[in-house]
């Protein structure tokens, strides 16, 4: 029967022999995703057990996890986790033992969310080590993971984590319920549980913030949130993220807060400057010139001269060489990567001007929008900017300055619209929550601010015991 | 029905991106004027001589050979804008007067009236209200705009400059020429400059002289120098500070911050009025040729009665001038009555030039020298 299920699959590994007590044994795993070495010296070469006792309930359950089951499927299904099942002549049981192998990637630093000060372990790909990294951190039986499989040929675990008390019940039901919902082949990254759960896919700002750090999920969990592992990848996904979050960075909860709040301010601004600066530029120079110092201007209008686009062209230009070479940079060899720094230096920085195909100002403008992008601590954010910029700069090149304000209040429009699981997205400022707004434009201090200091008395509040 | 109105935004969007009514002017095609000079001319029925210095940006590196960052064009019009539509005829960019810092009106035709250029100025939304309009003393605008200034890249920001080395306000010509001509009772005021040959160099520069005062038809009246326009800054609170020399046993020099003023008016039935100024200001000594022991509390006293009487001879000099020679009430005194005496005010605003050639204005300085420097008497008394 077992032998059907798994025709034509060349890693199901079947070993039948007899025990000492004459009985016919089989073993059934799958090679790679069993551990073999437990199975060779566990199961077969037993240390404290006689040679009668091989393959009893107390040797097998002394081996590993060990459950019982009567049904083929269920052999079927637990053998492809990695389990390995026992049959032995006579019983009409199979006995599975849990033997999956444990190899993987170990803890490494976090590639993409670096900080000076902090912890420096990330998630790996096993689901297993991610939740054992949040519970290290929370010991509390609050720290509830509840487990989903979801994908019908992946079968991917999907854990939900949360804090009990603590976290937004309607945000909960919510995640559930959408869990729930999924009916797909296969969960083969975060980003396909991203989709599939979010609230609108027809826009650039992403409604889920996933995050490589356990310090950020458990600083999260702590604020009432719902965390989502998945197994396969290393990226948790936190609901409900709010525009804010953009600005917040592990490394502002461990630093001090005057630096902390400063810097959350220069990224504030950093974000402004790489959503707007090109298009600001086109527009003042192309229809508002009124608004530059005369000096600037005239310094402007100088190394301009001979320049054969207008504006727009160039900017457009320039942003486009921009992103072409920084998709460049994440697709080339690290071997190679230098290259592609120094053709992008020599050949748009110096050659294009002197050559003049663009301005030198223009170039200062599209580097400077370039570097700001990249100090938004948030990834997938800094993306959706990235996009914005340009319908920006086509706006601006049309209608000066008056186009840039009619995008940002559609901006606006739409971001006022979006939810995160039934959390507006600029909340707490819009709709305007006082009380929450002491971690948004600055991070209180710890000792100010008590959603960030001590979330239990709020257990306490909500449940009136504990 | 979604699809539809789709569909409709889509062309919306085609019809912004086609019809090519665009705004969008690039910084080359346009040609940005740094400082405009009109003249009278009555040539062939034209009335006005414009004459506009204008930016040439340059390509290229910033080591280049110094060339010059500016040209000059004149044309002639019946008009300002008739002018400039004339000037455009043999430009190959397009004039923009949203960076005109400076506009020299020569002496003829400020005599001869000012009234229609200040309306070209102020109607068009292009031009730049932190303009300085300046009056050319003895000459035309375009003996100014020819002088090739040595310090400043773009010579028509010279005499900003040097109005504001001066302690002067810049920026604020024009603006305060529109207050003081709606404003109640006072005359405008413009700032002047004067070609000028340096002494033994003789060479001609640029000379910052005093100001300008126009009559409620916005002809220019006559001239107060450089002194009396500073002293006039003093009684209207514009300028930070001032020199001042007395002679007293030889010359001592003060320099004097936080120069302040007060106006203090009363009002008969007749219609008389009576004004006091109170001028304050603090003393630092400069330059002491004096015998005087300034360690010695009452020659200190002597001094500072003696820089006392000659800020009142001069500022008295100065209302003598501008109350009987050119009957113009340019030191903010209507101002100060009509704040003072509202109702007084009402019935008299008419009359007000009269009352004022005929008001009587006392000074009562009250200087004091609050620092005599690192030196007590100077060397060559023992």
Not at chain 2, 149 to 174: D, N, R
Request: proline share 4%; charged share 20%; with cysteine.
């Amino acid at each position: 029967m077992l032998r059907q299920l798994f025709d034509a699959c060349f890693d199901i590994t079947f070993r039948s022999f007899k025990t000492p007590e004459g009985l016919a044994t089989l073993i059934v795993y799958i090679t790679g995703i069993t551990d073999a070495n437990k199975i060779n010296n566990d199961l077969f070469r037993p240390d404290t057990h006689e040679w009668k006792d091989l393959f009893t309930d107390i040797h097998l359950s002394s081996v590993a996890t060990s459950s019982v089951t009567h049904s083929i499927l269920e052999t079927a299904d637990r053998l492809l986790q990695g389990h390995a099942a026992v049959f032995v002549e006579g019983h009409s049981r199979c006995v599975l033992l849990d033997l999956k192998a444990k190899e993987g990637r170990s803890i490494e630093e976090p590639a993409f969310e670096q900080t000076i000060r902090g912890p420096r372990d990330s998630f790996t790909e096993q689901v297993e080590v991610n939740a054992s990294l949040i519970r290290k951190r929370l010991q509390s039986t609050r720290l509830k993971l509840e487990a989903f499989t979801v994908g019908s040929l992946s079968r991917t675990k999907t854990i939900v984590v949360y804090l009990d008390g603590l976290v937004d019940e309607k945000v909960l039901c919510q995640v559930k319920e959408r869990i729930g919902q999924i009916s797909t082949d296969a969960i083969l990254d975060s980003g396909y549980m991203e989709e599939m759960i979010e609230d609108v896919s027809f826009t650039p700002f992403p409604q889920i913030q996933n995050t490589e750090r356990p310090d950020i999920v458990a600083a999260n969990l702590l604020e009432g949130k719902v965390v989502l592992l998945i197994d396969g990848t290393p990226d948790a996904l936190i609901v409900p993220m709010t525009f804010w979050a953009t600005f917040q960075s592990a490394e502002d909860y461990y630093e001090r807060f005057i630096f902390s709040t400063l810097i959350r301010w220069t990224r504030l601004f950093l974000f402004i400057v790489s959503l707007y600066l090109p298009s600001l530029f086109v527009a003042i120079t192309t229809f508002h010139s009124q608004l530059m110092p005369t000096n600037f201007l005239f310094s402007l209008t100088s190394a301009r001269e001979g320049v054969p686009f207008p504006s727009v062209i160039e900017a457009l230009l320039m942003e486009f060489m921009f992103e072409g070479l920084r998709e460049a940079g994440i697709r080339l060899p690290k071997a190679t990567g230098s290259a592609v720094s120094i053709v992008g230096a020599l050949v748009i920085g110096q050659a294009a001007v002197q050559a003049g195909i663009v301005s030198a100002p223009m170039v200062i403008v599209v580097s400077m929008t370039g570097i700001a992008s990249f100090a938004i601590p948030r990834y997938n954010m800094s993306v959706a900017f990235r996009i914005l910029r340009f319908p920006m700069l086509l706006l601006s090149g049309m209608f000066g300055l008056y186009g840039v304000a009619i995008g940002t209040i559609s901006l606006l429009i739409h971001l006022c619209r979006l939810e995160s699981f039934g959390v507006p997205y600029l909340s707490p400022v819009s709709p305007l929550r006082f009380r929450q707004l002491n971690d948004v434009f600055v991070r209180s201090p710890r000792s100010k601010n008590s959603r960030i200091r001590n979330s239990l008395s709020l257990i306490r509040r909500r449940t009136g015991n504990d | 029905m979604i699809n539809r109105s789709k569909a409709c935004l889509t062309l919306l969007v085609f019809v912004c991106l086609m019809c090519g009514c665009w705004d969008r002017k690039e910084l080359n095609d346009q040609l940005f004027d740094l400082a405009g000079g009109i003249d009278l001319d009555e040539s062939n029925g034209n009335r006005y001589l414009i004459t506009g210095q204008l930016f040439v940006p340059k390509s290229g590196e910033g080591q280049d050979p110094p060339r010059s960052a500016s040209f000059l064009e004149s044309s002639r019009g019946k008009n300002i804008a008739d002018a400039i539509d004339n000037m455009q005829q043999y430009l190959s960019r397009s004039m923009t007067r949203g960076h005109r810092r400076n506009l020299f009106i020569g002496e003829k035709l400020a005599r001869s009236g000012i009234s229609e250029l200040l309306d070209s100025y102020t109607r068009d939304p292009n031009s730049r209200l932190r303009t300085d309009i300046w009056v050319v003393k003895e000459g035309t605008a375009q003996d100014i705009m020819k002088i090739n200034y040595p310090l400043e890249k773009l010579s028509a920001m010279a005499p900003i400059k040097i109005h504001q080395a001066a302690g002067g306000e810049v920026g604020t010509s024009l603006v305060h020429y529109l207050m003081a001509s709606k404003g109640e009772g006072s005359s405008p005021t413009l700032p002047v400059v004067k070609k000028f040959s340096s002494p033994g160099l003789d060479k001609p520069t640029i000379m910052f002289y005093g100001r300008a005062i126009f009559n409620h038809k916005h002809k220019l009246l006559g001239y107060l120098n450089y002194d009396e326009a500073h002293n006039r800054g003093w009684i209207m609170g514009t300028i930070k500070n001032a020199l001042i020399t007395t002679d007293y046993q030889g010359t001592v020099t003060g320099f004097v911050s936080q120069p302040k003023s007060r106006i203090y008016s009363a009002v008969s039935n007749s219609g008389y009025v009576k004004v006091e100024i109170t001028i304050k200001g603090k003393i630092v000594l400069k330059e002491n040729n004096s015998s005087l022991v300034l360690s010695e509390g009452t020659d200190l006293m002597k001094l500072q009665q003696s820089f006392n009487n000659e800020i009142k001879t001069q500022m008295l000099n100065l209302i003598h001038k501008v109350q009987k020679e050119y009957k113009a009430d340019v030191l903010g005194i209507g101002e100060a009555v009509y704040r003072q005496h509202p109702s007084y005010w009402k019935n008299h605003r008419g009359k007000w030039d009269n009352i004022f050639v005929h008001s009587e204005i006392i000074i009562r300085p009250k200087l004091e020298i609050k620092q005599i420097g690192q030196q007590n008497s100077p060397l060559h008394v023992k």
